[in-house]
């Protein structure tokens, strides 16, 4: 038995524009041009400018306070 395979089409690629410089995007740097415009992006992200706002954990103290209040409300939720 043999299993006739599909051919694969190739998909149809729209050349994107670099985000960086704006020029066509090059094939083995999708979706930048060039290395440097992916280098340049990938700077951004670790110099913090894309960074997503993160909450600061709360200190020991601040967490021993949570812990504490959180068992307290259990004790009162507790019907027993
Ligand atoms: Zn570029």
């Known amino acids: 038995m043999t299993v006739e ?3 694969i089409k ?3 690629t729209k050349k994107a524009a670099c985000p960086i410089c ?3 995007a090059g094939q083995s740097h999708e979706p930048f041009c060039s290395r440097r415009c992916k280098e340049i992006d ?3 992200w670790f110099s913090g ?3 997503i706002p ?3 954990p709360p200190d020991g103290a601040e967490l021993e306070e949570l ?3 959180a ?4 004790d009162v939720d507790d019907p027993d």
């Open 5 to 7: 395979r599909l051919p």
């Open 10 to 12: 190739p998909k149809r």
């Open 22 to 24: 704006g020029s066509p």
């Open 42 to 44: 990938l700077g951004r």
């Open 49 to 51: 400018s894309y960074a």
């Open 54 to 56: 993160a909450v600061e």
């Open 67 to 69: 812990i504490e209040a």
């Open 71 to 74: 068992e307290t409300a259990r």
